[in-house]
Nanobody, 124 residues
Framework: QVQLVESGGGLVQAGGSLRLSCAAS????????MGWFRQAPGKEREFVAA????????YYADSVKGRLTFSRDNAKNTVALQMNSLKPEDTAVYYC?????????????????WGQGTQVTVSS
């Protein structure tokens, strides 16, 4: 069983920064990748970023490229999402996801485990 716990969300002004963390327990590293997704009110869950364990490659949604950085700490079983130059349209609940074994890394249906989510609110 895998458990994911996100932290670090909050309220920030446009242009500000936040750092989200996801602490993982269980066999997270038996999967190929972990990801971050977000869901705004009235919208579908969307891909934000992902990282693959084998080579540390990172993948980002076009809307966040250059502003967000996905990193991992294997020794601590944590991943983090550094978010800079935040915009009001980044407002959403952010979810950490694990248990990816194949298919499109951008598709939330290919992840088996999810955290409870952390709210990020960016004011204009």
């Amino acid at each position: 069983q895998v458990q994911l716990v996100e932290s670090g969300g909050g309220l920030v002004q446009a242009g500000g920064s936040l750092r989200l963390s996801c602490a993982a327990s269980g066999r997270t590293f038996s999967s190929h990748a972990m990801g971050w997704f977000r869901q705004a009110p009235g919208k579908e869950r969307e891909f934000v970023a992902a990282i693959t364990w084998s080579d540390g490659n990172t993948y980002y949604a076009d809307s966040v490229k250059g502003r967000l950085t996905f990193s991992r700490d294997n020794a601590k079983n944590t991943v983090a999402l550094q978010m800079n130059s935040l915009k009001p349209e980044d407002t959403a609940v952010y979810y950490c996801a694990a248990g990816f074994y194949g298919g499109s890394i951008y598709n939330s249906h290919n992840y088996d485990y999810w955290g409870q989510g952390t709210q990020v609110t960016v004011s204009s």
